[in-house]
């Protein structure tokens, strides 16, 4: 279905922006086609199925009669400003109520959602609004007479025009070659007088050989989406102010689209991958979508705040690890999916050429190193094992899983192959607990009597058997005189009852003790 729905807005917009107070009777699944500004001097529309209605001028408490109507001309919602509305009344008439802020701006919200809605997610990512975008720096560079740069905040080049015999210099070239304008001090301070400017500037030239510019803020309800700078050779046309303005105006839709289309985008993407790492979708199927390349290993990354750590603001602080694993999971992999799960970042990485073990340990620890600095808290990585085939993804996502929970305290990043011993008596320590026979056994009755006449004989017995039952590594292990190892070990056996000869006895003993006590002889070195 082409018709973005009520899932969809709330997740590209998202709260505060946008959030439920009633649902519709189809859920979140409820097709959105449009959306309305309620105008108190003029009649609502008798038909308007799927559109959604912003109450401008109606109070959120004396919307009732106003979604009584909407849901008679069949629209998808009610928009109200403010905490609470006609919950009731939404819910008899079977239409969504949504709210915004009390002090959001109507227009504002009214371009955000008609971006939204109009928004159009694909493979290609943001390749058909940068088409606009190229388009509006040719249509811009006509009107007004120059060569025409449309640039993000960061000044990196997102379009730029191509109509012939329009003088362009060096710099212009130099910034379209890289996709960024060069850094200068003398750059950094044009840009300080542009962003602070209600409007188009006249910007003089930066140096021998340079043309002066005009330049112009790109905004939408007063944030800076970019700029658009035309170079000005002195044959501009009169109203190049106004033409660029307006262009400037065009810009903000074109990129407030595109933003709208990434964040779609990236949500449908996670979802589909959390569906794949829950293995609740047909796997072929998903990873298609999802651009993977038929036949390539993949492994599953999970990086997480270190738990023993406290962060100020822990959702904020996962949501911040999600965009800088997103970043560089970008960078080296081109478009790549990932997700926040639970408080967990995964990201799905191809495995591909020689040695890509290695570099995908050292690009995981990059990623800890530069997220730890970022956000001031530790970082923590495990990658899991590589998978021939899409449907096996759940079980490298298992293995991510276990890594990050077997981690030593002075451990940041490990993949599941060096970590094989410890995640293995996890597991079992796990099936051991759960099982009242496979709990059960002579581990309880030594600690119990450890308990009632303060004796050390569980951690000689661990010791001893970490030593490979050799006397003398035990006595180092404990501190003690081998001797001292040695009666303990009699006492077991005469006072207990325990077999220590029979291997199996010994191999049982020592798990239990090892997973279900949590004893461990090395320790105690």
């Known amino acids: 279905m082409d018709a973005r729905t009520l899932g969809d807005l709330l997740a590209v917009l998202g709260e505060p922006t946008l959030r439920p107070l009633s649902p519709a009777p189809a859920g979140l699944g409820a097709p959105v086609t449009e959306v309305l500004l309620y105008d108190a001097h003029a009649p609502l529309p008798s038909r308007a199925p799927g559109a959604l209605l912003l109450a401008v001028g109606v109070r959120a408490e004396a919307a009732g009669p106003l979604v009584r109507e909407a849901a008679a001309a069949g629209m998808a919602g009610v928009v109200v400003r403010g905490a609470t509305g006609p919950v009731a009344e939404a819910a008899e008439c079977g239409t ?37 975008l190229f388009s509006l720096a040719g249509a811009v560079a006509a009107a007004v007479g120059g060569a025409t740069v449309i640039e993000d905040p960061r000044q990196s080049v997102l379009a730029y025009s191509t109509v012939a015999g329009q003088p362009v210099d060096e710099a212009r070239r130099q910034g379209i070659l890289g996709r960024q304008v060069p850094d200068s001090p003398e ?181 800890v190193r530069r997220a730890g600095q970022a956000l001031r808290a530790p970082v923590r990585a495990g990658l899991g094992e590589v998978v021939p085939d899409p449907a096996e993804i759940p079980g490298s996502r298992e293995d991510a899983d276990l890594v990050l929970r077997v981690l030593r305290p002075d451990e940041t990043v490990a993949a599941v192959h060096e970590v094989r011993a410890r995640a293995v008596l996890f597991r079992l320590a796990g099936l051991l607990g759960e099982r009242r026979e496979l709990a059960a ?35 180092k292990l404990l501190a003690v005189h081998p001797n001292t190892c040695r009666y303990r070990l009699r006492q077991v056996r005469s006072q207990l009852g325990v077999d220590l000869d029979d291997p199996d006895e010994r191999l049982v003993l020592w798990l239990q003790l090892r997973t279900l006590a949590g004893l461990r002889g090395v320790e105690a070195a």
């Open 187 to 367: 750059n950094t301070e044009q840009y300080r007088v542009l962003f602070a400017a209600p409007g188009p500037v006249r910007l003089a030239a930066l140096g021998e050989g340079e043309l002066p510019r005009l330049a112009v803020a790109v905004r939408a309800g007063g944030e800076t989406l970019g700029s658009l700078w035309v170079v000005d050779d002195g044959t501009l046309a009169p109203d190049a102010e106004a033409q660029l303005a307006q262009g400037a105006s065009t810009a903000a839709l074109l990129l407030l689209r595109a933003r709208a289309a990434a964040e779609l985008s990236r949500h449908l993407t996670g979802d589909l991958l959390r569906r794949l790492l829950d293995g609740t979708t047909e796997p072929a199927t998903a990873a298609q979508r999802l651009g993977l390349t038929p036949g390539t290993p993949l492994r599953v990354a999970a990086f997480a705040l270190d738990p023993a750590a406290s962060a100020p603001d822990g959702e904020q602080a996962a949501l911040r690890l999600l965009d800088l694993v997103r970043l560089q999971c970008e960078a080296r992999y081109g478009r790549q999916a990932c997700v926040l799960v639970d408080g967990v970042v995964y990201a799905l990485l191809p495995v591909s050429g020689e040695r890509a073990g290695e570099r995908q340990r050292r690009f995981a620890e990059d990623i």
């Open 441 to 475: 056994g002579a581990w309880r009755e030594v600690l119990a009597y450890d308990a009632d006449h303060g004796t050390d004989y569980a951690r000689t017995l661990v010791c001893w058997l970490d030593a490979g039952c050799d006397m003398a590594r035990a006595a």
């Open 96 to 132: 969504a109520l949504l709210a915004v802020d009390e002090d959001a701006a109507w227009h504002h919200v009214h371009l955000l959602l008609a971006q939204a809605i109009g928004a159009r997610p694909s493979p290609a990512g943001d390749g058909a609004a940068l088409g606009d």
